[in-house]
């Protein structure tokens, strides 16, 4: 009887990770959603690019002002150039060229170059910040959940109050106090958005704890720390990557948001700051504002396409 | 054979389901006629289709899976299984009513029970918002009910589960409907309440000579308010015949099995009967007549055709190899 | 069948709200008081100009800001002075902060309150008609649509509304004056796009939910009892569904409050010149003008705060099936 026990136990705790027809059983799933296959693709291709990219383009701060607000290849502007010993404007019409297939900014630097690197930079973020996010609100919601009593309450009610500050105000407060660093805004991003998680996570612990298999563990003798790590963990990693893939998209824009009202850090070029030098020049290089944030969107959306499928291929009663 | 006092007939009715999955044919090939007055039994177990036979006479499919593939179903003078859509909700309510299984889940948990019952009235009838009232309180009286008045403000949740299957059916019988079905009304209610609502339904028929569509499982309650039953199984009616015939001399080895499976409780046994194997799913019916798998009298021809319906007597219909 | 135990309630709920209340002052002190600055930054430059020693002036400073006390006693300081709406001294434009907060609050407001309209009378039109046309080409469409309206960052889309009609085709001007009246006709105009900006993000959030709260009653039993009725399906879906539908939409869209429309009314205020709060947190920052910052945080957070107490009880209150006897 126990050794059956003992098998059912093993069965149904192995974690996700480890067991991999599982995984092939909800890949197959997630495939049936070409959108979601769309976002995947295309974040792969970002991460490449973010990791392989750097080494085939331009120097990102290199300035250079002969070849400044330069059109991506295919367009072309009409530039004013004024002659200080004719005391006239001279237009011209400027091309893009391929040294500079995405076009310059104001200053002449290379937009492919600093796209790749606001990518590097957006993709980092991304998952730094979130992975903090994540783990901060998984170990306060599995806590609360299976500790209960005035520890969940005093855990709870800490939630409610760091979700009722709008998650962007308190964002732009904390890098104002603490200083523009990439540092403080992935700490500070990782600090402010784990309420979310932590009330999900809970949620599902709750509901976990009074399953059969807790009780047939501890029925075995389980310490609560292995009940916890070894049988409730597992059995939210599918929670918790659903949760993450579409966490990711808010802290992308969430960086970029504080980049482009000049909160970002100064040192590295983001989307963010590229999109806000963008909006200063809408005349005379419309492209530096455009460029940043159809990345910025298509990074989002592929995000949010992967995650919303993820989240479909995991639910047992959507009819995939 | 169109009696003079048949007020519907449901004649070779088919709705498919149509979903990514494949084609579930939920009712393959039913008939039946209802006779002014009477009361008409549709059993069987769950999933054979009973509940969308009754849903089809209204035209109540959900439409992208489902739909009436063929038959007729005549009322009146009209094929509902063709009508326009406005016809059909011409009659849909008053005169032909439906009354579902769970009173709880069927009724709108945000309208007061006095708003659906009044929405209802003045859809189909000429009157004021207040008339409207007043004969929704008889009604509800009708039913048993007790302090009209405070249950016309009541929310579904706060009245009990038989309160709840009366006002239901208060309801349905708003608009005096000339048929009313009934999709397992005792079903989910426990056993005093079951007997009330057998007897509303007694009433009903002798006070108001109403025809009544009763579906139902359970052959004790056909026993008890059944005129005729007609049996189905996987998708079609398999036996059609008065209620003491069908008890009494079941043809049929699955009316049999279901007369069978009744626990008599002047014999002591120690297990109690039962119909060996499951229902088929819709969408795998097995080859020729559906039941053949868990027929004790299956012979050959069963597992390869059909049986056509043959009649035994004027009100005696089987549709099964043993009485070729 | 009377409601007394809804007094109860809100009781109970007013005195968690003011937990969480004292919750949130306390978060925000602690995070300026943990912070690197001090009130002395903005003046080191000048004290080393003139010369002077600069820890001596530096303490003077403090002691003058009250900074070298206790912390308990800055906290009693502080908690005190937010009550009696001393909120402190804007340095940047010389003048209380709570009067700062009085002279553009409106705008925000306006901002925010006619986006919320746009957003919620289409959103809502489109939710329902997506939900009832599931799986139709048209319902994929918009589905596709709320997608795209939820990851564009709104920023960008206030600068390409910019560059699309007002650089490109001069349609609109890009300025707001507050000289004129609220709703005046020219002032009005200029909101269009930051309207436009602000609502969108806000309009697929408000599809989604409406879609999606549909979606969870259209299958359900009373909706066929509602047909079997004999009612038009316009009145199946508009009254029996949306109705079912209406309160958890109404709660979700209300707890939304806090992520997605403050952070974006900041970010349309500032990218369209919009004079509201956000605007103004935002010149503070550049400025290193503190107490603006804070303020503003502080009143997003106990709006957020409020509007949850409100949509909580009225939730509660308009449920017919809540009841906590």
């Known amino acids: 009887m126990t050794e059956r026990l003992k098998g059912i136990t093993q069965k149904i705790s192995r974690p996700l990770y480890s067991n991999a027809r599982l995984i092939n059983y909800y890949w197959q799933r997630t495939k049936r959603n070409k959108l979601a296959v769309f976002g995947l693709a295309f974040i792969i291709f970002l991460v490449l690019l973010a990791v392989v990219g750097p080494f085939f383009t331009l120097d990102p701060t290199l300035v250079n002002f002969e070849e400044k607000n330069l059109p991506p290849v295919g367009f072309a502007i009409e530039q004013s150039v004024y002659n200080i010993e004719t005391d006239e404007f001279t237009t011209t019409k ?43 609100g998984t170990i306060i919601g599995v806590l609360s959940a299976y500790l209960g009593g005035w520890a969940d309450n005093a855990l709870m009610r800490f939630t409610d109050v760091m979700m009722t500050f709008p998650f962007f105000l308190l964002l732009v407060l904390i890098v104002f106090i603490f200083g523009p660093s990439l540092a403080i805004i992935v700490l500070a ?6 309420t979310g998680t932590a009330r999900l996570i809970r949620s599902e612990g709750l509901s976990l704890r009074t399953r059969e298999f807790v009780t047939a563990a501890k029925a075995m003798g389980a310490s609560d720390n292995r009940v916890v790590f070894r049988h409730l963990i597992p059995n939210v990693i599918s929670l918790i990557i659903v949760i993450a893939t579409l966490a ?15 909160l970002g850090d100064p040192t590295v070029p983001s989307w963010g700051t590229i999109l806000e030098a963008g909006q200063h020049s809408l005349n005379t290089a419309w492209w530096v504002a455009v460029e940043p944030g ?12 992967l995650g919303d499928g993820l989240r479909d291929a995991f639910d047992p009663k959507s009819n995939i | 054979m169109i009696m003079d006092n048949t007020i519907l007939k449901v004649n070779n009715l088919k709705t498919y389901f149509f979903t990514r999955r494949g084609v579930v044919k939920a009712v393959d090939g039913v008939n039946f006629e209802l006779r002014k007055g009477e009361c008409l039994c549709l059993v069987g177990e769950s999933g054979c289709g009973k509940t969308v036979t009754a ?15 063929d038959g007729q179903i005549s009322y009146n003078g009209l094929d509902l299984a063709q009508c326009s859509l406005k016809q059909l909700r011409q009659i849909r309510g008053s005169d032909i009513s439906i009354v579902f299984q769970e009173a709880q889940s069927a009724l709108n948990p945000v309208l007061t029970i006095g708003d659906q019952i009044v929405e209802q009235i003045r859809l189909h009838l000429p009157m004021e918002h207040s008339q409207a009232r007043e004969r929704a309180m008889t009604l509800l009286n009708e039913m048993g009910i007790p302090s009209v008045e405070r249950v016309m403000s009541y929310y579904p949740h706060q009245l009990s589960g038989g309160m709840k299957q009366r006002a239901l059916i208060a309801m349905s019988l708003s608009c005096d409907p000339k048929i009313l079905i009934a999709d397992e009304p005792t079903t989910a209610v426990d056993v005093t309440i079951k007997a009330q609502i057998l007897n509303i339904f007694r009433e009903l028929k002798a006070k108001r000579q109403m025809s009544l569509i009763f579906i139902t499982h359970d052959l004790a309650v056909v026993a008890e308010i059944g005129d005729r039953a007609v049996i189905m199984y996987g998708g079609k009616d398999v036996e059609t015949a008065p209620v003491s015939e069908i008890i009494g001399e079941p043809k049929h080895p699955y009316t049999s099995g279901l007369i069978e499976c009744l626990p008599d409780l002047s014999k002591t046994t120690d297990r109690l009967a039962s119909i060996p194997g499951t229902t088929p799913n819709p969408s795998e019916m097995p080859q020729g007549c559906a039941f053949h798998p868990r027929c004790p009298k299956a012979m050959a021809i069963c597992s390869q055709q059909e049986s056509t319906e043959i009649i035994i007597s004027r009100e005696h219909k089987v549709s099964c190899h043993l009485y070729r | 069948m009377g409601k007394s135990w809804l007094r109860d309630y809100i009781i109970k709920r007013l005195i968690y709200s003011v937990i969480i209340a004292w919750g949130i002052l306390t978060v925000t002190f602690i995070l300026v008081r943990v912070g690197p600055s001090s009130p002395a930054d903005r003046y080191l430059a000048n004290i080393a100009a003139g010369g002077h020693d600069v820890t001596q002036v530096v303490a003077a400073i403090e002691a003058r800001y009250g900074v070298d006390k206790p912390i308990w006693v800055q906290y009693a300081d502080y908690m005190g002075n937010l009550f009696q709406g001393n909120w402190g001294w804007s340095f940047s434009t010389s003048m209380p902060v709570i009067e700062l907060i009085k002279g553009h609050w409106i705008y925000s407001f306006q901002l925010i309150l006619l986006s919320s309209l746009f957003a919620a009378f289409l959103g809502i039109l489109i939710g329902i008609y997506s939900a009832v046309k599931q799986y139709t080409k048209v319902d994929y469409a918009f589905t596709l649509s709320s997608f795209i309206g939820i990851s564009i960052p709104n920023f960008w889309l206030g600068v390409m509304l910019i560059l699309v009609f007002s650089v490109k085709l001069g349609l609109f001007k890009t300025y707001y004056d507050t ?6 006709l020219d002032n009005l105009k200029a909101l269009v796009l930051p309207v436009m900006t602000l609502g969108t993000g806000m309009l697929a959030g408000y599809v989604r939910y409406t879609r999606s709260a549909m979606l969870d009653n259209l299958r359900k039993a009373f909706v066929t009892t509602a047909r079997a009725k004999g009612l038009p399906e316009r009145t199946v879906i508009g009254k029996h569904v949306f109705r079912n539908a209406l309160l958890p939409l109404v709660t979700i869209i209300m707890f939304d409050l806090g992520s997605i429309v403050f ?7 500032i990218i369209f010149g919009i004079p509201g709060l956000g605007q103004i947190s935002f010149n503070a920052i550049f400025a290193n003008d503190y107490p603006v910052v804070i303020a503003v945080t502080l009143i997003g957070t106990f709006i957020v705060l409020l509007v949850n107490l409100v949509t909580d009880i009225t939730y509660t209150y308009l449920d017919p099936r809540i009841r906590y006897d």
């Not at chain 1, 076009?103 to 930079?121: E, F, N, Q």
């Not at chain 1, 991003?189 to 784990?194: D, K």
């Not at chain 1, 990711?248 to 000049?262: C, D, K, N, Q, T």
């Not at chain 1, 159809?294 to 396409?305: E, K, P, R």
Request: charged content about 10%.
């Open chain 2, 55 to 69: 849903l089809s006479i209204l035209g109540l499919i959900d439409s992208p899976p489902g739909r009436i593939v």
């Open chain 3, 263 to 269: 952070g974006g009314a900041y970010l349309t205020e």
């Open chain 1, 94 to 136: 400027v091309s893009g060229t391929w040294k500079h297939p995405l076009g310059t900014d104001s200053k002449g630097r290379d937009m492919l170059a600093m796209l790749i690197s606001g990518a590097r930079v957006s993709l980092l973020v991304g998952l730094i910040a979130t992975g903090i996010a994540i783990i901060l």
């Open chain 1, 248 to 262: 990711i998209p808010g802290v992308i824009l969430a960086e970029a948001a504080l980049s482009f009202i000049g």
């Open chain 3, 179 to 184: 000289t004129l009246p609220l709703f005046s």
């Open chain 1, 294 to 305: 159809i990345m910025i969107f298509l990074t989002v959306l592929a995000f949010n396409f």
């Open chain 1, 189 to 194: 991003i990782g600090l402010t958005g784990w």
